[in-house]
């Protein structure tokens, strides 16, 4: 969270948006709907909260093996690398030019993903979720093995 303490309104305009990436990892057999996936950015200004959602589209999907560990181990995953669609690196142009007159005070990023799969055989999923701002920085850690039960109504 380091990297957001120092973002500020210069940092976002600075932003190129077919540099922004999400990168979901998910544990097997679930799968995400990369069509209903999107990021989401709030700006707080003067005039109140502005939001927009991003659609996301596939960069690079991969499976990461499970790992045995001593204390535990950890289920096979599918790793899904995302970017905004061009309407989407349209639309984000679009607020950064209209961000320029405006008094920006906060920024927060969400990702949005719909879980796929079959829930029956699943108690529980892992997911992790990462986004990174540009092409020159890491990915920075929004969840982190976050467990989220399922429950199953029927």
């Given amino acids: 969270m380091l990297k957001f303490s120092s973002f500020d309104e210069s940092s976002f305009l600075k ?3 077919n540099e922004l990436k999400a990168k979901i990892h998910i544990d097997k ?3 995400i709907n990369i069509s209903e996936t999107t990021l989401s950015l709030t700006l707080k200004t003067e005039e109140g909260e502005v939001i927009q959602s991003y659609p996301l589209k596939k960069y690079a999907v991969k499976t990461l ?3 045995s560990g001593w ?3 950890i289920a096979e995953k599918t790793e899904y690398e995302l970017v905004l669609t ?3 690196i349209d639309n984000f142009n679009s607020l950064k030019q ?3 007159t405006k ?4 920024f927060k990023f969400k990702v949005r993903a719909a879980l796929e799969g079959t829930f029956q055989e699943q108690q529980d999923v892992t997911l992790s979720i990462f986004v990174k ?3 020159m920085s890491d990915y920075i850690t929004l969840i982190d093995n976050a467990t989220i039960e399922i429950e199953n109504n029927g």
């Fill in 29 to 31: 057999p679930l799968s």
């Fill in 103 to 106: 008094k920006t005070t906060d």
């Fill in 98 to 100: 209209k961000m320029r």
């Fill in 65 to 67: 093996p499970s790992e």
């Fill in 86 to 88: 061009e309407e989407a």
């Fill in 15 to 17: 932003l190129a948006p």
């Fill in 71 to 73: 204390i535990s181990s």
């Fill in 133 to 135: 701002l540009s092409d």
